[in-house]
């Protein structure tokens, strides 16, 4: 499994960017799919993520109302789109692919120890 993210850039508070992640393989649509992210000097923490149909989404409350995880099986894509931007989301955002589980308590969706494949990142810049 190869997961590939795109979309950062370097764009000004209140801004908006889309973070895209493809994964290769044709089991995409059986898993869970998260976003996180990591800024300088910080721990990876957890950003948002979305079951295998899409009905289901999560949130990190830092970023509630403003981004929006959603994904695309036909396409094997997982989105963030990311609104009204802060400073404070400056970071390297890494898309990833959560294991298999019976859990259904919300930290198994935002742990990133229940994660194990890991796209390379994609770092966004906001200005202030």
């Known amino acids: 499994v190869q997961l590939q993210a795109c979309g950062g850039g370097l764009v000004q508070a209140g801004g908006s960017l889309r973070l895209s992640c493809v994964a290769s393989g044709r089991t995409f649509s059986s898993y869970v799919m998260g976003w996180f992210r990591q800024a300088p000097g910080k721990e990876r923490e957890f950003v948002a993520a979305i079951n295998w149909r899409g009905e289901s989404t999560y949130y990190a409350d830092s970023v509630k109302g403003r981004f929006t995880i959603s994904r695309d099986n036909a396409k094997n894509t997982v989105y963030l789109q990311m609104n009204s931007l802060k400073p404070e989301d400056t970071a390297v955002y890494y898309c990833?692919?959560?294991?298999?589980?019976?859990?259904?308590?919300?930290?198994?969706?935002?742990?990133?120890?229940?994660?194990?494949?890991w796209g390379q990142g994609t770092l966004v810049t906001v200005s202030s």
């Open positions: 990833a692919r959560r294991r298999p589980t019976y859990r259904s308590d919300s930290s198994a969706y935002t742990d990133l120890h229940s994660y194990d494949y």
